[in-house]
């Protein structure tokens, strides 16, 4: 009653800051409870339906199939090593963009920003498809090799493969990587970097010993978001589906497998719970003052 | 240590000129302030001595090593920053043992060495502190221990003293000071303070515009300034139009004997606050405005003439009140003469 009544008519500021609060975080769940809460209680009841279509009985075998189905052991694999490869190589080459906008007088450094974050702007779809105009059998980089080297374009196109996903992902992770970092390597404390370099450190070792440990935390946090984001890509991987990761295998199931509502659903909550537990557990890391390399 | 030597050293930054032809030496165990207005090119000066700018044109020489082109990290030299640029990653002691880990120095020798020279600067028992914890004061003596643990060929500080309280500032220019003197060490020290250059440098640079206007002891640079701007620059001066005749000068409120200055010429006297006391004197005047400043009266005096002079009146004997007409005795053995060119 007190809380309703502080609320409704507070008398001291801290009641006034607990309803600011409440007013500013009231649009945040709303949406989460129509846009999150409820869709997932609902897949949650989907996973254990008895019926295909329709939320009715009660079933584990969604799950069971889950367990036991080697093809879910591999697309499980397959989703993890492949995110965390992009999501590395995408982090490191982010570093390294980030360490030189940050550190030097960059010719064109404008353009440089807008060409290295423009594709945060295009769907996955779009990326896949790039992919395939420049590396595909027509592919203009896979037949400008061919004209030099003399190879078979066929041989050469590497669009449908592994690596063809790969440099598709990277292609959409490095921007999202490089846009957290940019803010941390601005941050950085030159004067803390001189000061090394006096004392006798060589560039390499001012970055591992003065600079690594400054950006860490946006190491981290560029590996966590990045991380999330290559487990999320969906559009690449639809058009160039060389490997079976889970956001193509939920579509199967959806489309192609049938209408296998309760193994798509059990899927995406595991897929839900994995990124929600990954996240706490990074931000937890970030906040983590004693975080030391 | 070493002798470092700036040879017609000028730094360019498209077509701003930073520092314009310098000629400096910093003689071997001497400390040699820099002091100047902002953007007079000091720190410029201590950042192209560290390798952290190339000159546009000149040398810089340790000695008789061309270091112009050798890279900070080859230099050792040591930096003690206004910001103080602490490693927060590392423990109080790591941080004044880093520069002699980058020299290969074996792991416990490099903590003794480090523990000595924390204690030398008086904070042994925070040794294993992380340095955010310390204060504005104690951070700046581990940063002075980082610096001078790797036996630097010269010590560069850059406004190491901005910042801090003004009875720690005092406290610190005391403590560096002797210690500065103990040690023999090589030392630029930069400034914007000219009081603090005066009780820690042995010689003073007054830099402006990215050029020296004169060299010398705080005594020197005080009493004799070369010109105008290092009159006006350095404490408070009246500068004040004079005519010399026959070892005579004529300030137009009075007429004194001068020995310095026998030929006839035009200038300017530099009259120094300190010079003038109320007494019986000839030089009457009203006291247009007076500061309480604890050891000191500063009053602002109109002559007959109209010019305004300030000075300096002992708060214990001299109580003139603004508005009053005082009598004012000049000393003219403290007054300087630049004269016209």
């Known amino acids: 009653m007190n809380t309703i009544r502080s609320f409704v008519s507070p008398r001291t500021e801290a009641d006034r800051e607990r309803r600011r609060i409440a007013v500013m975080c009231l649009p945040y769940f709303v949406l989460a409870t129509f846009g999150a809460f409820l869709p997932l209680g609902m897949l949650a009841r989907m996973s254990v339906s008895e019926s295909q279509f329709s939320n009715e009985g009660f079933s584990l075998s969604a799950w069971e199939l889950l367990l036991t189905e080697p093809v879910y052991r591999e697309i499980a694999w397959n989703t993890l090593w492949f995110a965390t490869a992009t999501t590395l190589f995408s982090v490191a080459v982010a570093v390294a963009i980030s360490h030189a906008l940050a550190k030097y007088q960059l010719p064109f450094r404008r353009w440089i920003v807008a060409m290295v974050s423009f594709p945060i702007a295009l769907p996955g779809i779009v990326v896949g498809f790039m992919i395939v105009v420049l590396f595909g059998r027509t592919g203009l980089l896979t037949n400008a090799v061919a004209f030099f080297t003399g190879e078979n374009p066929i041989d050469l196109a590497v669009a449908l493969t592994v690596g063809g996903l790969f440099l598709g992902y990277s292609f959409s992770l490095i921007p999202r990587a490089t846009m957290v970092l940019r803010g941390t390597f601005a941050e950085i404390n030159e004067d803390a970097e001189e000061a090394a370099k006096s004392l006798g450190a060589s560039p390499l070792l001012t970055f591992r010993y003065v600079t690594l440990p400054q950006v860490w935390p946006g190491i981290v946090a560029a590996f966590v978001l990045t991380f999330r984001t290559a487990l999320a890509i969906f559009g690449t991987v639809l058009v160039l589906p060389a490997l079976n990761v889970a956001t193509l295998r939920i579509n199967l199931e959806i489309q192609s497998l049938g209408f296998n509502l309760a193994t798509a659903s059990a899927i995406g909550l595991i897929y839900f719970v994995f990124i929600f537990v990954f996240t706490f557990g990074g931000v937890k890391l970030i906040d983590n003052e004693s975080l030391k390399i | ?341």
């Open chain 2, 1 to 341: 240590m070493s002798e470092v030597t700036l040879d017609s050293l000028t730094k360019r930054y498209d077509e701003e000129v930073a520092v314009d032809g310098i000629d400096l030496t910093v003689r071997d165990g001497e400390v040699l302030g820099v002091i100047g207005p902002s953007g007079c090119g000091k720190t410029t000066t201590l950042r192209t001595i560290a390798g952290f700018e190339t000159p546009t044109e000149g040398r810089v020489l340790f000695d008789d090593d061309d270091v112009t082109h050798v890279p900070p990290e080859d230099r050792n030299v040591g930096l003690v920053f206004q910001s103080y640029a602490l490693f927060n990653n590392m423990s109080v002691l790591d941080n004044v043992a880093f520069g002699l880990k980058m020299q290969g120095v074996d792991k416990e020798e490099r903590r003794d060495r480090a523990n000595e020279l924390l204690e030398l600067v008086g904070i042994g028992e925070h040794a294993e502190k992380d340095p955010r914890q310390l204060s504005g004061g104690q951070q700046q003596r581990v940063g002075l221990a980082r610096a001078l643990a790797i036996e630097p060929r010269i010590l560069l500080l850059d406004e190491p003293m901005t910042g801090l309280d003004a009875k720690l500032k005092k406290r610190l220019e005391e403590e560096i000071g002797s210690l500065l003197d103990e040690l023999n060490v090589t030392t630029l020290y930069v400034t914007h303070d000219q009081e603090e250059a005066m009780v820690m440098c042995d010689r003073i640079a007054v830099l402006n515009d990215g050029r020296i206007e004169q060299i010398g002891t705080p005594a020197e640079i005080y009493e004799r300034p070369a010109n105008a701007f290092v009159a006006d620059f350095v404490g408070t001066s009246n500068a004040v139009s004079a005519t010399i005749e026959d070892g005579r000068m004529d300030l137009g409120f009075a007429t004194y004997d001068i020995d310095d200055i026998p030929e006839t010429a035009e200038g300017t006297a530099i009259v120094r606050p300190g010079d003038f006391r109320v007494g019986e004197g000839d030089i009457e005047g009203v006291v247009r405005d007076r500061y309480y400043l604890g050891d000191r009266v500063r009053a602002r005096i109109e002559l007959p003439n109209g010019d305004l002079v300030t000075v300096a009146l002992d708060p214990s004997t001299e109580n003139a009140r603004t508005g009053d007409t005082v009598s004012l005795v000049l000393d003219p053995s403290g007054v300087h003469v630049l004269r016209s060119e």
